[in-house]
């Protein structure tokens, strides 16, 4: 079945750094989502692009949804500790009914 | 507004079982969809049910199937356990009209001896 691409699979960065991430797919999405999985929990919507070019925030979180349809980006600036987590993009191809499809994830990691 | 809950938290069984994992949505939330994890795989879509009906299906075989209730509830059964059936299982539930939005429960942890 589809298949997202999402790297990096994990990053080690400082306190205070920015961090970016990104989803790639072989065909064309109409919404994307990020989300985010604590240890022990289960993944938490972040944030949800619904047209193409759209740029979206969410406190520290930034998202685009890529021109092409076929890639989006998160962004998190001046990361904290309690950003640790693995990290989720999800893409929908067709309608509204039409099954999420996940990407394997960016484990982050933050070094105080 | 409560969450998505998830019973049990922690399931152990053995090959050849079967197991029900049981998944309450959040209030007025009619779709509830459940996943596979694991860490080779990642999040897998198992099935979709809306209004009692199994809407979408993923590509697992006839041993896993679900249900549906009136209240929204809805429950997944692994018939004949493999070893490989063990994973987290994730149930999530939609608001009405927006069915990308998903909200996951905590999981359920399913090992198989």
């Known amino acids: 079945g589809q298949q997202l691409n999402q790297s990096p699979q994990s990053m080690f960065i400082q306190e205070g750094e920015d961090v970016s991430m990104n989803c790639t797919s072989s065909s064309i999405f109409n919404t994307w989502l990020w989300y985010k999985q604590d240890p022990g929990e289960g993944p938490v919507l972040l944030i949800a692009?619904?047209?193409?070019?759209e740029l979206t925030s969410n406190g520290r979180l930034t998202a685009q949804f890529g021109i092409t349809r076929k890639d989006s980006f998160l962004n998190i600036s001046a990361s904290i500790p309690s950003d640790v987590g693995i990290y989720f993009c999800a893409g929908q191809e067709g309608s509204g009914n039409t099954p999420l499809v996940f990407g394997k994830g960016t484990r982050l990691s933050v070094i105080a | 507004k409560a969450g998505v809950t998830q019973t049990p938290r922690y399931l152990i069984k053995t090959r050849g079982q079967q197991v029900t994992l049981s998944c309450s949505p959040i209030s007025g939330h009619r779709s509830v969809s459940w996943y596979q994890q694991t860490p080779g795989q990642g999040l897998q879509f198992l099935f979709e049910y809306f209004s009692e009906t199994q809407r979408n299906k993923g590509n697992f075989p006839g041993r896993f199937s679900g249900r549906q209730f009136s209240n929204s509830r809805s429950e997944m059964n692994v018939s004949t356990l493999e070893l490989g059936d063990s994973a987290l299982y994730l149930c999530?539930?939609?608001?009405?009209?927006?069915?990308?939005?998903?909200?996951f429960g905590p999981g359920t942890r399913l090992t198989v001896t």
């Open positions: 692009l619904y047209k193409a070019g």
């Open positions: 999530a539930s939609s608001p009405p009209g927006q069915g990308y939005e998903q909200y």
